[in-house]
Each structure stands twice: as C-alpha cells, then as structure tokens.
C-alpha cells in the first residue's frame, strides 16, 4: 500500500484502478469526463471485423473444405494449417505491433495496418475459395494468417491511445461484447455455409471489409505526424521491439495467467466440425445443425455475462476474481466431451464454457490495458499479450498432429485443469 502511495504522489498522471496505480495512461481521466462512445463503438465491431470472418472460416468452413479435398487427411491438414498459421501469427503479431508503435503518419499509426491487413485478408479468402490445393490453401493462409495478425496487433492498443483508465473497463466491456459475437456468431454463421463452401468464404471476405470501414470511420483516428519520429539507434530498437523489462512484474503475470487459463479451451473450437463428426459419429448435416445450436448457446449466454462481467468486476473493485471465476468454470465444462461422447456433452460444453468466456472476455482487456508497462510500447506489449494466445493454440494443435485423429483431442482437454 504504501508503494502505491508512493506512486500515486510521485507521477501526476498516475492512476488507482483495479490492480493497483496505472501509468501508462495517455488520455487522463479528467480529460474524457464522457465515455467516448464513438470508440467504444468502434471497439465493439473491432473483432467483429477480423476475428469473426477469418476465425470461423479458419474453424468451420476450412475443415469442411479440406474434407471435401482429402477426407482421409483432414485432421491433419487443419492441424498443420493452423500450427503454420500460428508460428506466423506470432512474429507478425509482435512486430506489426512494434511497428504499429513508431508509425507516424497524416492517417495515424493503427489505421494503415488495419485497412492493408483487412485489404489482404479479404483477397486471401477469395483466392483459397477457388483453390482446391491442400497445399496451396495453407500457403495462401500464412499471408491471411499475417494480415489478421497485422490487424490484431494494431486494433486492441486503440483502447490505450483513446481511453482515459475510468473508461477502460467500460470500453473493455463493449470490445468484449463482440469479441463473444466475433467467436460465436459468426460460427453460427459459417454453418449454414457448410453445403456451399465457397460461397460462405465469399461472405466472410465481404463482411470483413465492410465492418472494417465501419470500424475506420467510427474510430476516427487522426495524423499523428506531430508525435516525435523514432530514431531506430539501441535505446529505441530495445524498447520497442524487445521484451519489457521495467515495472513489468503484473504485465508477466496477465500474460502468463493468459497462457495458462486458456490453453485448453481454444481444442474445442478449433476442430468443433470435427468433433461432432469423427469424434461424436454425426454426418456433416447433423453435425451443421449441431453447431448452430452449440453456437447459438455460446452466443447467448457468453454475450449476456460479457455484459455483465464488466460492471461485476467495477463494483467489485478488482478484475482477478472473475478472471479465476471464469477459470473454473472452463475446467468444469471441459469433463463434458472429455467423458462422453454426446452431443449433448457438447451443449452443456456450451452452456457452462459460454458463461466463462464471456465472463472473461468482458475483463481481459481491462486487466491487459492496466498492466501496459508503457503506452508508448502498447502495440508491442499487446502482441506479447496475444502472443499467449498464439502459443497456446499451437501447441494443442501439434499435440493433435502427433496424435493424428481427433479422439486424441481428449487430453488437450484437460489442459484447463
């Protein structure tokens, strides 16, 4: 308390929030007494523009198109793609936002790679839609791999360079919201493509780049020509694209708590077709209707508790505790599938998981935003972050590629216990 204390009395710009003094602040609270609705919007549509089109392609529609190609090497195929796809993800995640950090330029910093990655993205998905090439599909998909991470890594610092931290957990919130619908829905969407593959990719490139000017248009970021040019010389290269190393201690334990809290979940989602076909026995119509209601499920539920994990985690001064709630609740709903092979195991999967993803999506950005070691860096600390993320998938799907079928997904399921 009383290093806090210290804090507080030495750096006028320091911030009491939820995990203690927050100084990375570049809007001050008193300079944004209002939330600025217009970029809590835009964060709400900000995973909507490419996490939901690329990720339920990535989940639902590429698996049925592989199994349209080479049925008996379809496992494998979404395994390698997606590992590939995550080493790609990761340096491209880390360096756009290192990039995304120095950028200076009469449209900003975030918003040239925001349109560029989505220009890319929505071009790759046209072209692997006319591919019927393994191989050449997962070649294309690095490229889209990059774009989404070129996004990503520029998109979610928009909340540090906007928001005042008396707004962060609200705006955290709204980016929550459509993260949940991101995840959900557009899952739910992508299944009803399942008889027409190639003209569901074609949707799901549309709609990327249509959010994605929504988005632009709403964020409204303006130059930043008169912010001071980064002389690349050692002090800079270290500080922007190396790992932080001071007053970095809570920034560690939210990435590393990250890596560990979420590392089983993501099995589910990722080979979800899968699942209910290889793994459960359904046909491919089955397994379309069946993903609808497991999506439905998850949408439902993981948008109400992202709604209201954000005013949960405020008046309960703190953002840990439904962080831990949301952990055991994952671990929970993961016994389901692990112990029967059920398509109702899978929905109440749905139901219980659904609660704790939605839980945590509404407080994850608040905790990340608060543990910023600098907003200077907040691009390249935010793809670190992400960078969990990133490990975390991978390394489920090579357990899955030695394995080589999809009951081996069983004990990846574990991994949140």
Same mark, same amino acid.
């Not at 991470?149 to 520029?154: D, E, L, Q, S």
């Not at 001064?317 to 840990?320: A, D, G, I, P, T």
């Not at 999967?349 to 993803?357: E, T």
């Given at each position: 308390?009383?290093?806090?204390?210290?804090?507080?009395?030495?750096?006028?710009?320091?911030?009491?929030?939820?995990?203690?003094?927050?100084?990375?602040?570049?809007? #001050?609270?008193?300079? #944004?007494?209002?939330?600025?609705?217009? &970029?809590?919007?835009?964060m709400f549509l900000a995973p909507l523009c490419w996490y939901g089109p690329i990720g339920s392609t990535r989940s639902v529609l590429i698996p049925q198109l592989f199994s349209q190609i080479d049925?008996?090497?379809?496992?494998?195929? &979404?395994?390698?793609?997606?590992?590939?796809?995550?080493?790609?993800?990761?340096?491209?995640?880390?360096?756009?936002?290192?990039?995304?950090?120095v950028t200076r330029t009469r449209f900003g910093k975030r918003k040239p790679y925001i349109v560029l990655g989505t220009l890319v993205i929505a071009i790759s998905l046209v072209v692997i839609a006319n591919l019927t090439s393994i191989t050449a599909i997962i070649f294309i998909w690095i490229i889209a791999a990059a774009a989404e991470?070129?996004?990503?890594?520029?998109i979610y610092p928009q909340i540090s360079d906007r928001v005042a931290p008396k707004w962060r957990g609200t705006v955290s919130t709204f980016y929550g919201v459509g993260f949940t619908i991101a995840q959900q829905g557009f899952a739910l969407l992508a299944a009803q493509f399942l008889g027409n &593959?190639?003209?569901?990719?074609?949707?799901?490139?549309?709609?990327?780049?249509?959010l994605a000017v929504i988005h632009v248009l709403l964020i409204n970021e303006k130059s930043n020509l008169d912010e001071p040019k980064?002389?690349?010389d050692k002090e800079s290269l270290k500080k922007y694209f190396f790992f932080p190393t001071h007053d970095a201690r809570d920034f560690y334990l939210a990435l590393s708590g990250k890596f560990l809290m979420v590392v089983g979940s993501t099995i589910v989602t990722t080979f979800l077709l899968f699942i209910f076909t290889d793994y459960i026995g359904q046909s491919t119509k089955e397994a379309g209707s069946s993903i609808s209601i497991f999506s439905s499920i998850m949408l439902f539920i993981g948008v109400f508790f992202a709604l209201v994990g954000g005013p949960l985690a405020d008046k309960m001064?703190?953002?840990?505790g439904p962080v831990v709630i949301a952990t055991f609740a994952l671990a929970i709903a993961a016994l389901f599938p692990l112990f029967v092979k059920e398509a109702w195991a899978m929905f109440?999967?749905?139901?219980?998981?659904?609660?704790?993803?939605g839980l945590y999506n509404s407080v994850d950005g608040a905790l990340n935003m608060d543990v910023l070691p600098s907003s200077d860096t907040a691009g390249k600390d935010l793809g670190l972050i992400n960078l969990a993320t990133v490990l975390k998938s991978s390394s489920i799907r090579l357990t899955n590629i030695r394995n080589g079928s999809v009951p081996a997904l069983r004990s990846p399921m574990l991994l949140p216990l």
């Open positions: 308390m009383k290093k806090m204390a210290d804090k507080l009395d030495k750096d006028p710009k320091a911030v009491k929030t939820t995990v203690g003094v927050v100084t990375n602040a570049k809007v #001050q609270d008193s300079q #944004q007494p209002k939330l600025p609705f217009g &970029v809590a919007t835009a049925a008996a090497h379809k496992v494998w195929a &979404v395994g390698i793609l997606a590992t590939v796809a995550s080493i790609t993800g990761a340096i491209a995640n880390l360096l756009f936002g290192a990039f995304s950090d991470n070129a996004i990503a890594a520029a &593959v190639k003209f569901g990719i074609y949707v799901m490139a549309a709609t990327t780049v249509i980064i002389k690349l001064k703190r953002v840990k109440a999967y749905a139901v219980i998981a659904a609660f704790g993803n």
